[in-house]
Structure formats: structure tokens, C-alpha cells
């Protein structure tokens, strides 16, 4: 954009970390700190992720620090990577800090299956799956929600598909907050977005979102692994996915209706994407209602897909086939969390809860050894599973990253390679992929996103997580 | 100065730059690259028929992003997407268009939303440009 790139003032506090002081711009509140060794630092600073990331240090109740993970790159208002907490009392809540993806996020199901039983199967098992999962262009799903069912999945997510019989009660006690989020208010959810969303449920939707078939290459640690039902040399089923419609007019309704109380209210922010509301205000507590209505949306949508996977795995190898749902976390959410004895609406935009094991809410089962942690690599390269930390709470805002992060634009990416090539390179390394058109694959090739291998290296270094296992790609079904 | 619209560089998201000579002219150009972007993914059945929005918001920008929102909301909705589009109406805060149409094959699902992320539309005595963003 036209706009110029600023640079400021900043200090390297140790290998993970560089601080932007408080003073580099007459309106920050607070100091903001940056996640990245001295190749991601570099990688981040090309973009304008650092301009965004100081703009959100001016937000209104704002507590120290503003962060950026070491997979930032340049979004619109919050750099994607960004994570921001705001005081409930006088702070304000942001759509555009959350994104409109609303609770985009990531699913791992353990399948018990050696990879060795599932590679034979492989192009059978992805064509079920390319088959009963919708992907690429908002074809309709298999679920097609009346008003009343629409409301249900509205109001209590994953739960709501109990009696459906496409979830089980251990699905839900390992997803975070329980698929269900108790503040939304399928009210606040426009006629709009309900049109949006309503033939959506079960489907993956398209640019990054995918599921992958995956090996578990290596174990770091495996007394977590053990806990997660993790080996290596298993297969893994990797689910990316958010709110689809529903969720990016959600963000839409929000952002315009944020964007007329700044100008009632003659609130001047530094990019108009930032619009926000006073939390407690009855504007801001609307569209945290309908952001978690979405969020709700989006954890049925990944639990139905989940269903159609387990139904892939019953067709292709053995009736009695069970995946387990290892952990489903978001990484585009708001919640209202309690860090220092504080109140805080905390922002994570393209960032991923990563609670140690002393939190109340991680699951009884990862109690020993904390939350996992899910970070899928870029198409073809590798994922990571990690745990939180405790120490993350005091770092992070219990806070950590969420995947490779871009580095290159789509375009720059499709003239880097074409998709032709990336399919050749892929299916050379063994990996079938499906559901994508050559442009897609293009624009999501590796070599358009940053070095995953690094970007974990600096969260388990700086202590925001802990790795558990490596997986890599076998089959991906890309949206 | 003809209307046109060229793609800048963005690292995750796509970033148009739009020119014209007035600013309806701008408004319409923005409808038409929008159009092709998503005909291009979701590919088009034939015409469609005409239709007419009516938009009001604070200002000149906010009306762009008004605009290009009900399009995306349109074509995933109604699997509707315009081919053509002329202002007939506009003052600061308000805004009339008609446009012709097509029906896509399917209901396109790439772009999200357009963002008011770096918004600029301004107008000089050479005619209007504006950057906006959109969410893919």
C-alpha cells in the first residue's frame, strides 16, 4: 500500500524477544514485544506487521505488553500473529482483532492406524474424503440448518450435534471450552450471516484451510505424546477450518456498525480497521455475543467434519476405525480471561491458546502435562503438536503461535512457481493432494510462507510452549 | 484518465488500486473487479438480470467498502455477481448503482470481506484513486 512503512526504535531482550519501548510513538500506551529470532525479526520488518502491531498499543485499556508471535505477518488492523488484551473494565473489544475468520482454528484426530496400514489406502481414503467433505468454492454441505437448528448450533456449538450422534461427550471435553461458548447470543447473529452459514455446516471453505493426512515423524517428548495417544509412525488427521460465511459477515456487521460509534463518539484511531467498542458497552457486548456465536458455528463445523473423516476411515479400512480427537483450539478468538488477578478480553488474531498444565481449563487428561498445542505447517512441509506452558501466562497472556506465517503475496508466490510444478513436487514426495485447482496450490506453496522448523524453535525456546511431535503430510484436501 | 483497477502488493490479503475519472466512475470500476475476481473463481452461467443498491454510510470510503460487502454478501448468498455497473445516484453519504449481472456456477467462498484496513479515496483535479483491501 501507498502508506509508508515506519521504523522505530527497539532492543533485542534476548533471542526470542524484541522489545518496542513505549516511547517510540507519542500514542502508545504500552510497550509492544515481538517474538522472532534475528532471521524471523528480519522476515516480519519487510512487511508493515510492526506498524499494525504499534497501532494496537494505542487501544484504549490496553495492558502491557502488545505482542506479535514469530509467525506475524501483515493483516488488516491487528497483524495476523498478534496477540492483545484489553482490560473488561475500560478496555474495548475489536472484530477487526479477531479477524473475520472467527475462530478459525485446528483440530488434530488421532487415528491409532500405522502409517504403513494407511499409505496402500491412501488415494481411496482420499477420495472419500474429497468426496464427503465440500471444499474450495461455498458449495452447500451436508448439513443444511433450519432457523431452529441454525440456532442451536449457534448457542451451543459442538454440544449441539450430541444428539445428532456426530459428537461424542470426550470430543467435547477436548475441545477448547468445550465446543460451547456460553456467552453467545444467537440474536446479536444477523439474517445475513444466518443466510451465509446455514448450508455451510461440514464444510472446509477455501485459501488455507485443509485436511490433511499426516505421519507422526518424531517424538520430542513422549510422556506428553503418550498422553495425547501419539507414536511415532502413526497417522494423524490434521482439520483447518473456521466459521465460513457465517463468521466474515459476523465481522463485517461489526466492524461497520464499531466503525459509526467511533464516529459518534469522535474516537480518531490510526487505521480505521481497528474500530472498536468499550467492552462493557452495549455495543461491544452485542458483538461479543455474535462472535461467539460464530465461534460456536465454527467448532460444530470442525466436529462435523470431524464426522465425516471418522465415517472416510470406517469405509476405507475397517468398520470399527476410531479417531480420537486429541485437541481442537482456536487461533481468531476473543476471550474474557483472568491473567494477574485481572479481568481481560484477550485479542488473539492468528494466535493460539496455549495454556500450561496448572490452568483450570486444561482438560483433566493434559492436566499433568498441559494444553495441546497444534501449529500446522505450511501445504507439503511439516506440523507441529506442542503443550502450553505455565510460564506462557506470564509471557503471553498464556498466548502462543499459531503456524508458519506468509512471507510472500499470492501473487508473488504464483510467480515464484507455478501450481503445476508445486503438484509435481508434492506427488514426488509420496503426497496425494485433492480438492485444489492449480491457483490455489500456487498461492499456498511452501516456499510462501516462513520456515515452520524456526518458527517453533522460538516458542519453545522462549518457553510460550513445549514440543511434543513433528508430523508431516501424507494426503492433503485442500479448500 | 479510463476507470481501471491494478492488484498491489499485499502479503496475505489482495490490495486494489482503483482509478477513474469521478467517483462514481471509481464506484463502478471497483463492481466490475470485483465481478471478474469472482467469475473467475466460481465461473458464470449466463446474464442474470439487473439490479439496483442502494447504499448510505459516513462517508465516501465507507460507502466503497459498503458497496463491495453487499457484492460479496450477493454472490454468496444469491450466487449473483455484477458484469456491469453505472452510478446514478451519489453525494458524500449516499449511493445509487444499477447493475447487470451474471449467475455463478456456485457460490464462491475466497474472498471474505472487504476491509476498511488502509482505506484511501481521494480526488484530485486528475480524477479518483482509491486502495482498499479485501480479505482472502
Not at chain 2, 486494489?16 to 452461467?45: F, K, S
Request: a negative charge; one cysteine or more.
Amino acid at each position: 500500500m501507498t502508506t509508508a512503512k515506519r521504523s522505530y526504535p527497539h532492543a533485542r531482550l534476548d533471542a526470542q524477544v524484541v522489545e518496542i519501548p513505549v516511547t517510540a510513538r507519542s500514542d502508545m500506551r504500552v510497550a509492544a514485544r515481538i517474538y522472532a529470532d534475528a532471521t524471523l525479526w528480519d522476515q516480519i520488518r519487510r512487511d508493515r506487521s510492526v506498524d499494525q502491531l504499534v497501532n494496537v498499543a494505542t487501544l484504549p485499556g490496553v495492558e502491557s505488553p502488545v505482542l506479535a508471535m514469530p509467525d506475524a505477518h501483515e493483516g488488516y488492523g491487528f497483524p495476523v500473529g498478534g496477540v492483545a488484551a484489553f482490560r473488561a473494565g475500560d478496555g474495548i473489544i475489536s472484530p477487526g482483532g479477531v479477524g473475520y475468520d472467527i475462530n478459525c482454528g485446528v483440530r488434530l484426530l488421532a487415528s491409532g492406524l500405522p502409517a504403513a496400514v494407511v499409505r496402500p489406502q491412501l488415494g481411496a481414503l482420499m477420495h472419500e474424503l474429497g468426496r464427503s467433505i465440500p471444499s474450495g468454492t461455498g458449495r452447500g454441505g451436508r448439513l443444511d440448518l433450519d432457523p431452529a437448528g441454525l440456532d442451536r448450533v449457534l448457542a451451543a456449538g459442538s454440544r449441539a450435534l450430541l444428539d445428532r450422534e456426530m459428537a461424542t461427550v470426550d470430543d467435547l471435553l477436548h475441545t477448547e471450552a468445550g465446543g460451547s461458548l456460553a456467552a453467545a447470543d444467537p440474536d446479536a447473529v444477523s439474517d445475513r450471516a444466518r443466510q451465509r452459514g446455514h448450508d455451510q455446516l461440514g464444510t472446509l471453505g477455501s485459501g488455507n484451510h485443509f485436511v490433511e493426512v499426516q505421519e507422526v515423524e518424531s517424538v520430542f517428548d513422549d510422556t506428553a505424546a503418550e498422553a495425547m495417544g501419539l507414536r511415532a509412525g502413526d497417522c494423524v488427521v490434521l482439520i483447518h477450518t473456521g466459521s465460513r460465511g457465517l463468521g466474515h459477515q459476523v465481522c463485517t456487521d461489526y466492524v461497520r456498525a464499531m466503525d459509526a460509534v467511533m464516529r459518534r463518539a469522535g474516537i480518531v484511531l490510526p487505521d480505521r480497521e481497528l474500530a472498536c467498542a468499550p467492552f462493557g458497552s452495549p455495543e461491544g457486548q452485542r458483538y461479543f455475543g455474535a462472535m461467539c456465536a460464530a465461534a460456536n458455528f465454527a467448532f460444530a463445523n470442525r466436529q462435523a467434519i470431524t464426522h465425516a473423516v471418522r465415517r472416510a476411515f470406517r469405509q476405507t479400512f475397517a468398520a470399527d476405525a476410531t479417531l480420537e480427537v486429541v485437541y481442537d483450539v482456536a487461533h481468531n478468538m476473543a476471550k474474557l480471561e483472568t491473567h494477574h488477578g485481572r479481568e481481560l478480553v484477550v485479542h488473539r488474531k492468528g494466535a493460539t491458546r496455549a495454556f500450561g498444565p496448572a490452568h483450570p481449563e486444561t482438560p483433566p487428561r493434559y492436566r499433568a502435562i498441559g494444553q495441546p498445542v497444534l501449529i500446522p505447517g505450511s501445504m507439503g512441509t511439516a506440523s507441529y503438536v506442542l503443550v502450553g506452558t505455565d510460564a506462557a501466562l506470564d509471557l503471553s497472556f498464556g498466548s502462543c503461535c499459531h503456524g508458519a506465517g506468509r512471507a510472500m503475496s499470492r501473487h508473488a508466490a504464483r510467480t515464484a512457481q507455478s501450481g503445476a510444478e508445486v503438484r509435481r513436487g508434492l506427488e514426488a514426495r509420496g503426497i496425494v493432494v485433492t480438492g485444489a485447482g492449480n491457483r490455489e496450490l500456487a498461492e499456498e506453496a511452501p516456499h510462501a510462507y516462513k520456515d515452520v522448523d524456526r518458527v517453533v524453535d522460538v516458542v519453545h525456546d522462549a518457553r510460550l510452549a513445549r514440543r511434543v511431535a513433528r508430523l508431516v503430510p501424507v494426503g492433503v484436501l485442500k479448500g | 484518465m479510463s476507470s481501471r483497477h491494478e492488484f498491489i502488493p499485499h502479503v496475505a490479503e489482495v490490495a486494489w488500486r482503483l482509478t477513474a475519472d469521478t467517483v462514481p466512475e471509481l464506484y463502478a470500476e471497483a463492481c466490475v473487479a470485483l465481478g471478474q475476481m469472482l467469475v473467475a473463481e466460481a465461473g458464470d452461467d449466463g446474464p442474470a438480470g439487473e439490479r439496483v443498491l442502494t447504499l448510505a454510510a459516513a462517508d465516501a470510503e465507507a460507502l466503497l467498502v459498503d458497496l463491495l460487502n453487499e457484492l460479496i454478501y450477493l454472490a454468496e448468498a444469491a450466487r449473483w455477481a455484477p458484469r456491469s455497473a453505472r452510478a446514478e445516484q451519489w453525494d458524500a453519504g449516499n449511493l445509487t448503482m444499477r447493475l447487470t449481472g451474471v449467475r455463478l456456477r456456485c457460490a464462491p467462498s475466497r474472498i471474505k470481506s472487504a476491509t476498511h484496513h488502509a482505506l484511501h479515496l481521494t480526488t484530485t483535479d486528475a480524477g479518483a484513486v482509491a486502495e482498499v483491501i479485501l480479505d482472502v
